[in-house]
């Protein structure tokens, strides 16, 4: 059965249908309200873009909790092109924090592509003495 569903997520009404969010496919019933915690709503904003096929850039500025929440929702299309995002824009201020993410998500491509980057002396020192600012 597909039905409209309000959810919320920090008091931000989004409508969709239970068939395209997973955590809607338990709703039976229109007018269900259903509460999402732990994701902000700019991002979810933008998960339910890619879902239904309008989504517009990813940026390095929201990759990371794109692909949390992609991950997360299982949502391997955009989980795979924030990847190739990530990827393909390291440097030596969120060096550190890929290093993290890829190792709490299990993600050897993208743990080896940053310490491949990180491999010479001048860039480890560049990216050490940025800290650590763990994304998110």
């Known amino acids: ?15 969709s249908h239970n068939a395209v969010f997973p955590p809607l496919t338990r709703c039976q019933t229109p007018k269900q309200q259903v509460d999402i915690d ?32 992609a991950d997360h929702y299982q ?4 989980r795979a092109e924030c990847l190739d995002l990530m990827r393909s824009n390291v440097d030596v201020n969120n060096c550190a924090a ?12 993208l743990l080896e592509h940053c310490i491949k980057f990180a491999a010479t002396p001048d860039t480890i020192t560049q990216v050490c003495a940025g800290g650590w600012r763990r994304e998110g």
């Not at 949502?75 to 955009?78: F, P, S, T």
């Not at 290093?99 to 491509?109: I, K, R, S, T």
Request: aromatic letters at 10%; glycine letters at 6%.
């Open 1 to 15: 059965m597909l039905v409209v569903v309000l959810w919320c997520i920090n008091t931000h009404p989004f409508f």
């Open 98 to 109: 890929l290093v993290a993410l890829a190792d709490g998500h299990e993600l050897p491509d």
């Open 38 to 69: 732990g994701v902000q709503p700019h991002v979810l904003a933008s998960l339910l873009k890619y879902i239904y096929g309008c989504q517009e850039e990813i940026t390095p500025a929201t990759v990371v909790e794109l692909f949390r929440a």
């Open 75 to 78: 949502v391997e299309g955009l």
